[in-house]
């Protein structure tokens, strides 16, 4: 049986991450199992660099967290070694930093879940996110297709102008 101060610290650890997952847009639990410490300190600073919150954290005290802050089916994947990334200004670039993290892990580093808006997601919905090209390219792929039908009418118009000036006499 832990003493009295030893279960209150752990009653206000609880608190504080309920209260972080309750503050996050979405979140990514990842297990970390054989990372090298080069590997860890360069993955925190790109997600410290995103403004990702990012830290290792006891299973159980997660579990009480999330069944807390509502998202108790998080629980269905805390076992082994656990860390989580908490964003609370965008979706999408954790999970992206975090999935191609894992993929030149070589197995030694997975996703195991996410959520989302308060709802937890699938380990598909979080690879499909982190798959989404970023949001320069998005906002540039929108501003070229509407700039396209402009483009063509102005070329047209140009077109007509340029055959009604040739067919006039000088």
């Known amino acids: 049986m832990p003493s009295a101060s030893v279960l209150e610290q752990k009653k206000q650890i609880v608190a504080e991450l309920t209260e972080k997952l309750k503050g996050a847009c979405a979140g990514v639990v990842v297990d970390y199992k054989g990372i090298s410490v080069a590997d860890d300190t360069k993955l925190r600073k790109t997600l410290r660099e995103a403004n990702i919150d990012y830290f290792v954290v006891k299973n159980s005290l997660l579990g009480f967290a999330a ?101 006039q006499p000088a």
Do not use: C, H, R
């Open 67 to 167: 069944d807390e802050a509502g998202l108790g089916d998080l629980k269905n994947v805390l076992e082994g070694t656990t860390a989580i990334a908490l964003s609370t200004e965008d979706y999408i670039s954790g999970a992206k930093i975090l999935y191609e993290f894992s993929q030149q892990a070589n197995g030694y580093f997975e996703l195991k879940s996410g959520f989302m808006d308060g709802e937890v997601v699938s380990l598909e919905k979080i690879t499909s996110l982190a798959k989404l090209p970023s949001k320069e390219v998005l906002i540039a792929k929108a501003v070229g297709s509407i700039k396209a039908p402009i483009s063509n009418l102005v070329y047209a118009l140009n077109a007509v102008k340029d055959k009604v000036a040739s067919e």
